[in-house]
């Protein structure tokens, strides 16, 4: 039978993919954490043990990269899995991504080369810093996606704007082996496949930290975060068993909740305390595990508390524009001129100084966000819909339910 509005016959199309509003919900925790780790990231945090206790939690902000991994994880084994069976899989999803992804970086970039340096007078402590970063012969490194590398293996002072790439650079290289490893592995030995990925991930870890001249950076490298794409896969990938059952993670959702997250988290706070070996090792493994079952309450629990917290406005709306906010927030604290923190005079109108300045970056950052993804990113996102993905003929009929994720907004 053939649809008059596609010619293409109907078994052969696939399902539309279940949309869980939660998960924006957790992408926009994960960006609030970012902006606010990077809003706080200069400051010294005054004498007092208040204040003390407050820099250690502002300081863990950049957990949120953690949880963006493994959502990434999540959501691309899914993608993955399901496309299986479609024709054009690996030029599809290379597209898709591009188009998602490429557009918006690459004019990030262009913003932070020429833009800020032109900008002088206005932005001269970022601008110092391109200057020297492009002297330097480190700029090919961004326009190629190997950003984390160079940050991993050098000591070169990057302003915030371009380091924060690094993360990019991280997925743009788990989309590169991620489908291949997906697709060629049989999907009898896919799990265990992913348990050994997890595990590899640790040798990577000891391996970096004790050979790169570097060792603190590993925080950086692919091979050391595959643990948390990792768990995101594992998940991805129980729920398309077509045995799963909620009584068989119980274990696993309760050790990630409520031992694992608490204990990587505090770990994390303490980083000025502890061995970055301990942080990067075991802090940002148990957060990963944490982030895993977090997502597994959010997807098979609809009617949970933590569910309608996740699902709210506010949060999905910050997790729509997560990306844009992402890049765009580091480009414009140079002009914002929140790089330093201000003079602690104390009372009232220091907080509430504090707070206005918090604030106004939230509202412009946003703003911007909001703007660029409505003229900018989605009009290019419209053309996913030539990249659509299709079963195969002879394998239409074989497909079964699955539960599907969505891609990245």
Avoid at 3 to 10: I, T
Avoid at 58 to 79: E, Q
């Amino acid at each position: 039978m053939v649809d008059a509005d596609n010619p293409m016959p109907a078994v052969q199309r696939r399902a539309p993919a279940k949309h869980f509003e939660a998960l924006d919900g957790f992408r926009g925790l994960a960006i609030l954490a970012v902006l606010i780790y990077h809003f706080f990231m200069g400051w010294p945090f005054w004498t007092g043990h208040l204040n003390m206790a407050m820099g250690h939690f502002l300081r863990t902000g950049w957990v949120g990269v953690d949880l963006f991994f493994v959502l990434s994880g999540f959501l691309i084994t899914g993608i993955l899995l399901g496309a299986r069976t479609d024709q054009h899989r690996w030029r599809n999803f290379i597209m898709r991504r591009a188009l998602r992804i490429f557009p918006l970086y690459y004019l990030a970039l262009i913003i932070s080369f020429l833009v800020i340096p032109a900008c002088y007078h206005a932005t001269q402590n970022a601008a110092l810093q391109v200057l020297v970063v492009a002297r330097e012969g480190a700029a090919p490194w961004f326009f190629g996606y190997l950003s984390n590398v160079i940050l991993a293996t050098t000591n070169v002072p990057f302003p915030l704007h371009l380091s924060l790439t690094w993360s990019l650079a991280a997925e743009e290289q788990f989309y590169l082996i991620w489908p291949a490893i997906i697709w060629l592995t049989p999907p009898r030995y896919t799990k265990r496949m992913i348990l050994g990925v997890i595990a590899l991930a640790q040798v990577f870890k000891l391996l970096a930290y004790y050979l790169l001249p570097h060792g603190t950076l590993i925080e950086f490298l692919t091979p050391c975060r595959l643990d948390e794409f990792g768990f995101g896969a594992l998940i991805a990938l129980a729920l398309r068993d077509p045995g799963f059952s909620d009584n068989n993670w119980i274990a696993f959702r309760r050790f990630g909740l409520l031992i694992a997250l608490p204990i990587g988290f505090g770990l994390i706070a303490l980083q000025q305390k502890i061995s970055p070996f301990i942080i990067h090792f075991y802090g940002q493994f148990l957060v990963a595990w944490g982030a895993a079952a977090c997502i597994l309450v959010l997807v098979r629990t609809p009617d949970s508390l933590a569910h309608r917290l996740f699902s709210s406005t506010l949060l999905r709306q910050f997790g729509k524009y997560s990306y844009c906010m992402y890049l765009c927030h580091g480009l414009l604290v140079p002009f914002l001129g929140i790089e330093s923190a201000p003079a602690n005079t104390g009372g009232i109108l220091f907080l509430a100084h504090v707070v206005a300045r918090l604030a106004i970056y939230f509202v412009i950052v946003y703003l911007v966000s909001a703007l660029s993804f409505r003229f900018f990113e989605k009009p290019i996102q419209n053309l996913k819909r030539f990249f659509e993905p299709v079963p195969q003929p002879d394998a239409a009929a074989r497909l079964s339910p699955q539960v599907q994720t969505q891609e990245r907004p």
